[in-house]
């Protein structure tokens, strides 16, 4: 028997006595995943797994569905073996799906085209992981529940403090809505906030499915002061579910009563998608989540952050709780920067600190900074992700957490990495979101007026510790710039196809090299730089920007209309020399190569010369190079 259909056998008596379960309609994707076609609409279909399963829906009625899990244990209903993603034919997320004794047990709605591809991925919360209980399993109830028209769910409700600005019209100064666009403006409001958005859906949708998808925006511009509306605990309360922007280049001082509520909140979302990119969030003070896309339970709703800063100076206990800062389905960061200083007044025990981010599904960071700090004693029990999240380990060693940091591992660029000499000192600036100059780190600079490499020294301080050093470049007023000359990144010299000159000749480079030395570029020289010069020596090498340049190549017509030109020596690293280097040097009385690496004169190298010059060749080179020079039409004396 083959090894194929003895293999084949096998797993046909497995699943016949149940032992290698795959389901119905499943393909096996991979070891660990498998593709279930969801087929039994309307019923309760039992699920059983050990770290993910796959199911692929396809409508037959377009309309809203409800989507159930019942997978709860233990005495505590809120624990669950597992929670689910609904994402499109794309990958891209959709929403988040839980226990339904989360949602009163009324499940996750969500609106689904007929015949359109959709994937529901169940995994195994990391509450079954931190109670022993080994794989996950439960039941799924996906449910037609009605048909609605999508282009009928265009109306959105502003609110501020009570009062109705959906029409345009606002009566508080720093504060502005276009109905049009969707888009909400704060610029230099300082007040109070109950500000109040409704989505038109009760349900989540996918943007492929619907054309008018609501991408609701929050532009923070000038500087904002915002406290908490007496009686309620959050300054943007938004219900519904849709895209909600959060951009600018703004800031937002956060004024919370912790006496007031324990449950303080920048953004309280109700199943909504935030995406922060620009404005930068700072609060003195607080306890509670800052940021949330969820209900109270349901964990839905994804948080994108791209760009910005979010500051929280003192983050404290609520009584004996510490609670999360963030709260949300899902959530990706790409760039931009968070940073939490928490305080705490007394003890804590474990089971009632969560982690800075509550997070359902999978916590991703492929930029930015996360900086958690606090004091020796409270950042020991302080956890980044509630129990029931995952993250990756990529993620992980982008987070730093501690009661002191390396400053070297705190992502920072200086504002400008090139300068022209002036005599005056240079001073960039070290950009670093969220670091406070003088109070987290300090900055010392070295050799920063006369032309060369100078030195930005970072010193860490506080909850910060050692240094970081940038380096950038003071060119001579000699040096000309062409195209983008001036390119510099710290590490490396000009880029390639620059051009500079050390006030004679003009080169142009053509291997980038780096300012330790490690590397050593390479140039060609392409040109004169002065036209009156008699004697040229082309040497080895030349430095520009404390990086060393081997000079391996005289460009074609290098050095045209050199009329008074009379003597030139080619370096010892020269390999090549161009057609009709020397087109009109016609005072050229000699040439002296003192390279042996030449393989080739091209034919017409030595065009335009006379014969009353002589070209002078290493000795050990002499009859090769007199042969090829001979042979490029030269006709002057080879010694």
Same mark, same amino acid.
């Given at each position: 028997?083959?090894?194929?259909?003895?293999?084949?056998?096998i797993?046909?008596?497995?699943c016949?006595?149940?032992?290698?379960?795959v389901g119905?309609?499943?393909?096996?994707?991979?070891?660990?995943?498998?593709?279930v076609?969801?087929?039994?609409?309307?019923?309760?279909?039992?699920?059983?797994?050990?770290?993910k399963?796959?199911?692929?829906?396809?409508?037959?009625?377009?309309?809203?569905?409800?989507?159930?899990?019942?997978?709860?244990?233990?005495?505590?209903?809120?624990?669950?073996?597992?929670?689910?993603?609904?994402?499109?034919s794309?990958?891209?997320?959709?929403g988040?799906?839980?226990?339904?004794?989360?949602?009163?047990?009324?499940?996750n709605?969500?609106y689904l085209s007929?015949g359109?591809?959709?994937?529901?991925?169940?995994?195994?919360?990391?509450?079954?992981?931190?109670?022993?209980?080994?794989?996950?399993?439960?039941?799924?109830?996906?449910?037609?529940?009605?048909?609605v028209?999508?282009?009928?769910?265009?109306?959105v409700?502003?609110?501020?403090?009570g009062?109705?600005?959906?029409?345009?019209?606002?009566?508080f100064?720093?504060?502005?809505y276009?109905?049009?666009?969707?888009?909400?403006?704060?610029?230099n409001?300082?007040?109070?906030?109950d500000?109040?958005?409704?989505s038109?859906?009760?349900?989540?949708?996918?943007?492929?499915?619907?054309?008018?998808?609501?991408?609701?925006?929050?532009?923070?511009?000038?500087?904002?002061?915002i406290?908490?509306?007496p009686?309620?605990?959050?300054?943007?309360?938004?219900?519904?579910?849709?895209?909600f922007?959060?951009i600018?280049?703004?800031?937002v001082?956060?004024?919370?009563?912790?006496?007031?509520?324990?449950?303080?909140?920048?953004?309280?979302?109700?199943?909504c998608?935030?995406?922060?990119?620009?404005?930068?969030?700072?609060?003195?003070?607080?306890?509670?989540?800052l940021?949330?896309?969820?209900?109270?339970y349901?964990?839905?709703?994804k948080?994108?952050?791209?760009?910005?800063?979010?500051?929280?100076?003192?983050?404290?206990?609520?009584?004996e709780?510490l609670?999360?800062?963030f709260e949300?389905?899902?959530m990706?960061?790409?760039?931009?920067?968070?940073?939490?200083n928490?305080?705490?007044?007394?003890?804590?025990?474990?089971?009632?600190t969560?982690?800075?981010?509550?997070i359902?599904?999978?916590?991703?960071?492929?930029?930015g900074?996360?900086?958690?700090?606090?004091?020796?004693?409270?950042?020991?029990?302080?956890?980044?992700?509630d129990?029931?999240?995952?993250?990756?380990? #990529?993620?992980?060693?982008?987070?730093?957490?501690?009661?002191?940091?390396?400053?070297?591992?705190?992502?920072?660029?200086?504002?400008?990495?090139?300068? #022209?000499?002036d005599?005056?000192?240079?001073?960039?600036?070290?950009?670093v979101?969220?670091?406070?100059?003088?109070k987290?780190y300090?900055?010392?600079?070295?050799?920063?007026?006369?032309?060369g490499?100078a030195?930005?020294?970072?010193?860490?301080?506080?909850?910060?510790?050692?240094?970081?050093?940038?380096?950038f470049?003071?060119?001579g007023?000699e040096?000309?710039?062409?195209?983008?000359?001036e390119?510099?990144?710290?590490?490396h010299?000009?880029?390639?196809g620059?051009?500079f000159?050390?006030?004679?000749l003009i080169?142009?480079?053509?291997?980038?090299?780096?300012?330790d030395?490690?590397?050593?570029?390479?140039?060609?020289?392409?040109?004169?730089k #002065?036209?009156?010069?008699?004697?040229?020596?082309?040497?080895?090498?030349?430095?520009?920007?404390?990086?060393?340049?081997?000079v391996?190549?005289?460009?074609?017509?290098?050095?045209?209309?050199g009329?008074?030109?009379k003597s030139?020596?080619?370096?010892?690293?020269v390999?090549?020399?161009?057609?009709r280097?020397f087109?009109?040097c016609?005072?050229?009385k000699?040439i002296?190569?003192k390279?042996?690496?030449?393989?080739k004169?091209?034919?017409?190298?030595?065009?335009?010369?006379?014969?009353i010059?002589?070209?002078k060749?290493?000795?050990?080179?002499?009859?090769?190079y007199?042969k090829?020079?001979?042979?490029?039409?030269?006709?002057?004396?080879?010694?």
């Open positions: 028997m083959k090894l194929k259909e003895l293999i084949c056998k797993v046909m008596i497995l016949l006595v149940g032992l290698f379960e119905i309609n499943t393909k096996v994707y991979a070891a660990e995943e498998k593709i076609n969801f087929t039994s609409f309307g019923t309760w279909v039992e699920y059983k797994g050990d770290e399963i796959i199911y692929k829906v396809v409508p037959k009625n377009s309309g809203v569905y409800n989507v159930a899990l019942d997978c709860g244990f233990g005495p505590d209903p809120s624990y669950y073996s597992s929670y689910g993603i609904l994402y499109n794309d990958k891209k997320y959709i988040t799906i839980v226990d339904r004794n989360d949602v009163d047990e009324a499940g709605e969500f007929k359109k591809t959709y994937y529901i991925v169940l995994e195994r919360s990391n509450y079954a992981g931190r109670t022993g209980i080994e794989g996950f399993g439960g039941e799924i109830k996906i449910s037609y529940l009605k048909d028209k999508l282009e009928e769910y265009t109306d409700t502003v609110e501020v403090q009062y109705d600005i959906s029409n345009g019209h606002c009566r100064e720093g504060i502005s276009d109905p049009k666009k969707h888009v909400l403006e704060l610029n409001y300082t007040g109070e906030g500000i109040s958005i409704s038109p859906y009760d349900f989540e949708v996918d943007e492929k499915d619907d054309p008018n998808f609501l991408n609701f925006t929050i532009k923070i511009t000038g500087n904002n002061t406290g908490i509306y009686g309620l605990d959050s300054i943007f309360n938004i219900c519904g579910h849709g895209n922007n959060v600018g280049d703004g800031t001082n956060c004024k919370f009563n912790l006496k007031d509520t324990w449950r303080n909140k920048f953004i309280d979302g109700h199943g998608n935030i995406i922060f990119d620009g404005p930068t969030i700072i609060t003195d003070k607080i306890n509670s989540a940021i949330v896309t969820c209900d109270t349901n964990m839905i709703g948080f994108t952050f791209k760009s910005g800063s979010i500051i929280i100076n003192n983050f404290v206990n609520c009584n709780f609670l999360s800062a949300a389905g899902t990706d960061m790409s760039g931009g920067f968070i940073r939490i928490y305080v705490v007044n007394g003890s804590l025990e474990p089971e009632k969560h982690g800075m981010f509550c359902t599904g999978e916590m991703n960071v492929t930029g900074n996360i900086i958690i700090t606090g004091d020796a004693k409270t950042i020991p029990k302080v956890k980044v992700l129990s029931f999240a995952k993250m990756n380990e #990529k993620t992980k060693n982008a987070i730093l957490i501690g009661a002191r940091i390396k400053i070297q591992d705190v992502k920072m660029k200086l504002e400008k990495y090139s300068y #022209k000499f005599g005056n000192a240079k001073t960039p600036k070290v950009i979101n969220g670091l406070e100059e003088g987290d300090i900055v010392s600079y070295v050799d920063n007026v006369n032309v490499v030195k930005v020294i970072v010193k860490g301080r506080g909850h910060f510790w050692g240094s970081k050093t940038f380096r470049k003071i060119s007023e040096n000309i710039k062409v195209g983008d000359t390119t510099y990144d710290g590490i010299g000009l880029k390639l620059s051009t000159t050390d006030g004679k080169y142009k480079v053509t291997k980038e090299g780096t300012l030395g490690k590397t050593v570029g390479k140039v060609t020289v392409i040109g004169l #002065k036209k009156t010069l008699k004697k040229v020596a082309v040497k080895a090498s030349v430095n520009y920007g404390g990086v060393k340049y081997r391996t190549a005289i460009g074609k017509k290098a050095f045209k209309k009329k008074k030109l030139i020596v080619i370096g010892k690293n390999a090549k020399i161009g057609k280097a087109d009109g016609n005072k050229l000699r002296k190569i390279s042996k690496k030449i393989k004169f091209v034919k017409g190298t030595f065009k335009g010369l006379k014969k010059c002589v070209i060749v290493p000795k050990a080179k002499k009859k090769v007199a090829k020079i001979k042979k490029a039409g030269f006709k002057g004396k080879v010694k």
